[in-house]
C-alpha cells in the first residue's frame, strides 16, 4: 500500500480552494467522505484513497475479484 499523503499544495489544486474548511467540504460533497482533519483544521488524505475515490466517482472500478471458498462441513 503506498501511504503517501497529499501535500496541502496538491489538495488546494484537486479542490480548487485554499481554506480548510472549504477543502473539507468539497471532499464530502464531492467524493461523499469525510475526510480525517489535522489539529489544525487542515485535511490529510493518501494518494491512493482519492484515486480510488475518483475512480469510483467516474465509474470505471474494476469488478471486484470473487474469493474461490472451499466447501465447508459441519462436525459432527
Known amino acids: 500500500m503506498n501511504a503517501r499523503l497529499m ?14 474548511s472549504k477543502q473539507v467540504e468539497w471532499f464530502k460533497r464531492e467524493l461523499r467522505i469525510d475526510v480525517v482533519r489535522r489539529g489544525d483544521g487542515s485535511p490529510v488524505i493518501t494518494w491512493e484513497t482519492f484515486e ?25
Open 7 to 20: 501535500s496541502a499544495d496538491d489538495i488546494s489544486s484537486a479542490t480548487g480552494f485554499v481554506r480548510y
Open 52 to 76: 480510488a475515490l475518483q475512480k469510483k466517482r467516474a465509474g470505471i472500478l474494476a469488478a471486484p475479484i470473487e474469493e474461490q471458498r472451499p466447501a465447508l462441513r459441519a462436525i459432527k
